[in-house]
């Protein structure tokens, strides 16, 4: 009777496996793919993550919306490159929302628009998101 349950457990759970994985990856459906008129000031897409954060702590205009407390390093870690963390920032300040909030349901795999639009509904997230990522934009051609 031992011996047919745990038979039965073994079975189940690699019948579940796949699922349990499939489950566990990050959702990239829900990002949106650049927009056409997004001008990257540099492409630091396939830079190391350390790469991201320095680039971040050496522009002064970025690292100024970095939440107290918090490093650049902190702060930008999950993002896909320093233009995803950069517009997020802006959208904190600019909405004044917890940037730990944004940046959890983002690196979740929520847009940066769906993110604004969960956090703040009554604001124009289309706008607020396109506002975040000019700034965003701007800040990189600064220092690039």
Known sequence: MKATLTLLFAVAMIGLAPWSLAQSEPRTEMRSPPSADAVPAADVANAPRSAITDEVAANTRVASLVPAGMSTKDACIGFQNMAEC????HAAANLNVPFGDLKSRM?????????????KPKADARREAQRAEQQANADLRASG
Do not use: R
């Not at 690196?107 to 956090?119: D, K, V």
């Open 107 to 119: 690196i979740g795999g929520m847009t940066l628009l769906a993110t604004i639009h969960a956090l």
């Open 86 to 89: 950069s517009a997020a920032l």
